[in-house]
């Protein structure tokens, strides 16, 4: 039987990591043999060199894509500029005959300006969230998952995330027992918990340019263990409760609440990193009271458990 061919597209000034992950992938030979045939494809057929310190030498140029099962562009150079007419014609073509069409972390963008993904779920690194949003509103984006797949458009999260991909369509022609045993042989997890959440940087106000609400950010750090009343505070910072209420969300663009959750979370983060305390002796310090509580926001707001978080963050994680 003839292996599944994958067909790795490279584009100008591409980056060696992005190359590395599915190349590594789909190339990779168990004992019994080879998985996949992996083509490497440029725009032209020609040697095309990356961001640095590399020039890769094609299989041939965008013609191969023809023949392919899975099509693979891994990574994008430039936001802003669309592929050439002949590259989205071609994973156009190689989508409507039945063939996996992937954009791993920035290759989202080449999969969105194509069209294929319209009225399609999708995702692509954080980072790139809001422009993309922007660019493709009639793209789903899933701004939390690992990976995403739907009618075999396959998209990914930043960096690493594209090996979690990569693994998911091995799973998807293999099984899960030779996914698994690949990964064993990179020394990866075969599939990840949580999504991209717990690793996006969601900052809280740690002062802001009223001094009076600056005074109080730094009172109630001090008191995160206590219960507070909207009433206490606006009396704290000698204003009515209206008053203090339109004063505190101007200055932190959040309710008191949210800024208590946000500042408990953050404080709850560095204790699961650094400390060995339980999960419930970090509840009670930064306010939530009860470890069920703590777990409810952590995971509404990381996806992922208190658990997890300290065991992929940890000082001896």
Request: proline letters at 6%.
């Amino acid at each position: 039987m003839a292996l599944p061919k994958v067909g790795l597209v490279l584009h100008p000034q591409f980056s060696p990591f992005h190359f590395s992950v599915p190349y590594m992938v789909f190339s990779i030979a168990l004992p019994e043999g080879p998985l996949f045939e992996l083509l490497i494809i440029t725009p032209d057929g020609k040697p095309l060199a990356s961001e640095r310190a590399m020039t890769v030498q094609p299989d041939g140029g965008l013609d191969l894509l023809d023949a392919v099962d899975i099509a693979v562009v891994p990574g994008w150079h430039d936001l802003t500029e669309a592929p050439p007419p002949e590259l989205s014609e071609a994973l156009t073509r190689c989508h409507k005959r039945g063939a996996h069409v992937v954009g791993l972390c920035y290759g989202t963008y080449a999969l969105a300006y194509a069209g294929l993904l319209d009225n399609k779920r999708a995702s692509t690194h954080w980072l790139a969230e809001q422009d993309f949003l922007k660019r493709f509103p009639r793209v789903n984006l899933d701004t939390n998952a690992l990976y995403v797949e739907d009618e075999r458009l396959v998209t990914s999260a930043g960096t690493a995330a594209g090996l979690d991909c990569c693994l998911f369509l091995v799973r998807e022609y293999y099984g899960a027992k030779t996914a698994n045993t690949l990964a064993r042989l990179m020394v990866v997890p075969p599939h990840r918990e949580g999504g991209q959440a717990q690793f996006i940087e969601q900052p809280v106000a740690i002062s802001t340019q009223d001094a009076h609400i600056n005074r109080l950010l730094d009172y109630l750090r001090e008191h995160l263990a206590d219960t507070h009343s909207i009433d206490e505070l606006a009396a704290r910072t000698a204003m009515s409760r209206r008053t203090f209420t339109r004063h505190f969300q101007k200055a932190t663009g959040m309710t008191v609440m949210e800024w208590l959750v946000g500042e408990r979370l953050r404080q709850g983060r560095e204790l699961l990193e650094s400390t060995s305390l339980s999960v419930e002796a970090i509840a009670e310090r930064i306010g939530f009271h009860t470890a069920t509580s703590f777990r409810q926001h952590f995971k509404q707001r990381h996806h992922v458990s208190p658990r997890v978080w300290r065991k992929t963050f940890g000082e001896n994680a």
